[in-house]
């Protein structure tokens, strides 16, 4: 049987985290905070891994990489896949060398799952046991899917209660992992589930009064379509025969793209693009809320964003952080 540290990441908790919806202003403040704690960035934004993807995603100026050093950002074509696996082992390979520079790790963006897995660490299983899988996949073809989804009510119930009837691979996962780790997969996963007082972490929030934050997309939006978004999106389809499926629905791009296919007229391409954004942003609050490590910082319109920053600097430096077990 295997041991659960062989197969999981542990939560990086000595490094500081800022983010925040879309359009609040992480990514200048960011560079403000990473000058003053000595840190190196390292992006907590699923969209920025993609090259060529520029403008629909607002990343990092290279003026403002040159300032700071930025990772994890332009990793991957827009016709290849990038799993939430990857961003995790890539994150902990980054944190680790930029440690051993001596420096600080920053921790910027506004990807939930992304933020969630550095938090509390996650479980990625082992290898696929390919024997196994043939085998189970046999019994599928011979007795059907329902008696799959039995053999996952006896072994894992509450992966069997989570997972569609018809998600024949997933359900497999589930019995191949309970099968090498004597665990059943949603017990494995638990472990996972816990987070840590807010004031024992520097994990800090953007929060925007909604009509302003509004306001801000708004006219980021705007500005996107005025840089050029258009012909961005037009030159990834003339240069990639399909886009990744991530890719392809990021807000923005989807939007775009059904304008080119003269679905709708530019104009209703930016209010949309401006209604799912707002929708988007939305979503990253509800789950900020959902993470107890997150403290919001008041970002006030016509506010000081020097104040702002001295709070999170005022309160990171009185944080006394833990360190991690590993299972």
Request: hydrophobic share 40%; with cysteine.
């Amino acid at each position: 049987m295997q041991a659960l540290a062989d197969w999981a990441h542990p939560p990086i908790w000595d490094a500081w985290y800022l983010t925040g919806p879309t359009a609040s202003g992480k990514s200048g403040l960011a560079l403000a905070l990473a000058q003053h704690i000595d840190a190196e960035i390292i992006s907590m934004d699923s969209m920025a891994v993609y090259k060529h993807m520029d403008v629909g995603t607002a990343k990092p100026t290279a003026e403002q990489r040159a300032t700071v050093p930025h990772h994890l950002i332009d990793l991957v074509e827009p016709n290849e896949d990038y799993s939430l696996s990857c961003f995790v082992q890539d994150a902990q390979r980054v944190y680790r060398e930029i440690r051993e520079r001596g420096k600080q790790v920053l921790f910027v963006g506004g990807t939930p799952l992304y933020l969630k897995s550095l938090l509390r660490g996650m479980f990625q299983g082992p290898p696929a046991d390919w024997e196994f899988r043939k085998q189970v996949e046999a019994d599928v073809e011979q007795y059907g899917i329902d008696e799959l989804r039995k053999r996952l009510w006896q072994v894992d119930p509450l992966t069997a209660h989570k997972l569609h009837p018809n998600d024949a691979r997933r359900m497999i996962r589930a019995l191949e992992v309970a099968k090498i780790m004597g665990q059943p997969l949603s017990h494995l996963q638990a472990q996972f589930e816990n987070g840590l007082p807010a004031e024992r972490l520097r994990v800090f929030v953007l929060g925007l009064e909604r009509s302003w934050l509004h306001h801000r997309i708004n006219e980021r939006v705007d500005q996107m379509f005025a840089s050029g978004l258009v012909n961005e999106v037009r030159g990834l389809l003339a240069r990639y025969t399909a886009l990744q499926g991530t890719a392809r629905q990021a807000v923005g791009y989807k939007e775009v793209i059904q304008f080119l296919n003269n679905e709708f007229d530019e104009a209703t391409a930016i209010e949309h693009v401006k209604a799912h954004t707002r929708q988007f942003a939305r979503r990253q609050e509800i789950w900020f809320r959902s993470l107890s490590e997150c403290r919001r910082i008041d970002v006030l319109r016509g506010g000081d964003l020097n104040e702002v920053l001295e709070t999170i600097l005022e309160q990171g430096r009185e944080v006394v952080v833990p360190i991690p077990r590993r299972s």
